[in-house]
């Protein structure tokens, strides 16, 4: 993640949270489909790009740094597809992923059907 992003700090319920902008996410996004991925993730990228772009306010920038190369998270949270609630195998639930190392590297599940 480049030194020259912005973040936003909002308060949110009694809190400070640091939130990415919508440009930043964007750019996120971008730099996720053009990289080498592992290929095991939790959850398609398309759909946690989806997630990112369907609810950006959720997209901030985590206290919690990665174990592989020490860089901050990026948390969102992240709600599977439409299809995959009306077929009663949706997810959703706070994602963590590697802006540098380019990994999902935990997710919480809240809500299943």
């Known amino acids: 993640m480049s030194n020259s992003w912005k973040f936003v700090l909002k308060k949110s319920q009694n809190r400070h949270i640091i939130i990415m902008e919508m440009k ?11 990289s080498e991925k592992p290929e095991e993730v939790f959850f ?18 985590s206290s919690k740094t990665c174990p592989d190369c020490g860089e901050r998270l990026i948390q969102l949270y992240f709600s599977s597809p ?21 990994e999902q590297k935990d997710f919480f599940l809240r809500i299943m059907n």
């Open 24 to 34: 930043q996410i964007e750019t996120l996004i971008e730099e996720l489909r053009n």
């Open 44 to 61: 398609p990228w398309e759909d946690v790009f989806a997630s990112m772009m369907k609810s950006p306010e959720k997209v901030s920038l």
């Open 82 to 102: 439409d299809w995959t609630w009306r077929e009663l195998c949706g997810r959703a639930g706070d994602m963590l992923i590697c802006p540098k190392c380019h």
